[in-house]
């Protein structure tokens, strides 16, 4: 079965950092475009990144400059470094294989921004 | 980048159908055959329903169907059944190589 777990998720205050992580079992993720997804409480879908398998990379206009997405093949695993987090950056973070849409999604970390 | 565009709320009555609209730009919605749409249950991870903007993921009901014309997609679901209560949203492939999602579509069973 092709599965994503999504970890690291957690409460950082305004101006700090977290890394999340998206392991993933039965897929490759350097073989896929991979992609970070939000939902702020309440609140619909937002797209954040997507690494293609290609390595080439983009971001969301909310993001551009402060988050980074990356992937380590031997781990199978998609990482998402936030720096610089703002409140609007809370939600729930999913990680989701693109092929023409977005058929597999993780469970989703919560990542809360907070002072 | 703004968000496309979606009705905030449709209803229908047990078999009976509905269709949600997403309206986009040449720039997205009308310029790529890549228009999805996702079911979402609360609590839930979405749930891919369309692709492509018609195709049906293996598992999916025949119920649900989807099309384009223009800068408008739509979703339609027929023979409405009491689970098909959820948010619904779509999403584009765009020009700049990201995604836009529609803001969402709140479908009641009455």
């Given at each position: 079965?092709?599965?994503l777990v999504e970890s690291g998720g957690g409460?950082v205050?305004?101006?700090?950092s977290l890394r999340l992580s998206c392991v993933?079992?039965?897929?490759?993720?350097?073989?896929?475009?991979m992609n970070w997804v939000r939902?702020?409480?309440?609140?619909?879908?937002?797209?954040v990144s997507?690494?293609?398998?290609?390595?080439?990379?983009?971001?969301?206009?909310?993001v551009?400059?402060?988050f980074t997405i990356s992937r380590?093949?031997?781990?199978?695993t998609l990482y998402l470094q936030m720096n610089?987090l703002?409140?609007?950056d809370?939600a729930v973070y999913y990680c989701a294989?693109?092929?023409?849409?977005?058929?597999?999604?993780g469970q989703g970390t919560m990542v809360t921004?907070?002072? | 980048?703004?968000?496309?565009?979606?009705?905030?709320?449709?209803?229908?009555?047990?078999?009976?159908?509905?269709?949600?609209?997403?309206?986009?730009?040449?720039?997205?919605?009308?310029?790529?055959?890549?228009?999805?749409?996702?079911?979402?249950?609360?609590?839930?991870?979405?749930?891919?329903?369309?692709?492509?903007?018609?195709?049906?993921?293996?598992?999916?009901?025949?119920?649900?169907?989807?099309?384009?014309?223009?800068?408008?997609?739509?979703?339609?679901?027929?023979?409405?059944?009491?689970?098909?209560?959820?948010?619904?949203?779509?999403?584009?492939?765009?020009?700049?190589?990201?995604?836009?999602?529609?803001?969402?579509?709140?479908?009641?069973?009455?």
């Amino acid at each position: 079965d092709v599965q994503l777990v999504e970890s690291g998720g957690g409460l950082v205050q305004p101006g700090g950092s977290l890394r999340l992580s998206c392991v993933a079992s039965g897929l490759t993720v350097s073989s896929n475009y991979m992609n970070w997804v939000r939902q702020a409480p309440g609140k619909g879908l937002e797209w954040v990144s997507v690494i293609y398998s290609d390595g080439n990379t983009y971001y969301a206009d909310s993001v551009k400059g402060r988050f980074t997405i990356s992937r380590d093949n031997s781990k199978s695993t998609l990482y998402l470094q936030m720096n610089s987090l703002r409140v609007e950056d809370t939600a729930v973070y999913y990680c989701a294989r693109d092929h023409g849409g977005f058929h597999i999604w993780g469970q989703g970390t919560m990542v809360t921004v907070s002072s | 980048q703004s968000a496309l565009t979606q009705p905030a709320s449709v209803s229908g009555s047990p078999g009976q159908s509905i269709t949600i609209s997403c309206t986009g730009t040449s720039s997205d919605v009308g310029g790529y055959n890549y228009v999805s749409w996702y079911q979402q249950h609360p609590g839930k991870a979405p749930k891919l329903m369309i692709y492509e903007v018609s195709n049906r993921p293996s598992g999916v009901s025949n119920r649900f169907s989807g099309s384009k014309s223009g800068n408008t997609a739509s979703l339609t679901v027929s023979g409405l059944q009491a689970e098909d209560e959820a948010d619904y949203y779509c999403s584009s492939y765009t020009s700049s190589s990201t995604v836009l999602f529609g803001g969402g579509t709140k479908l009641t069973v009455l």
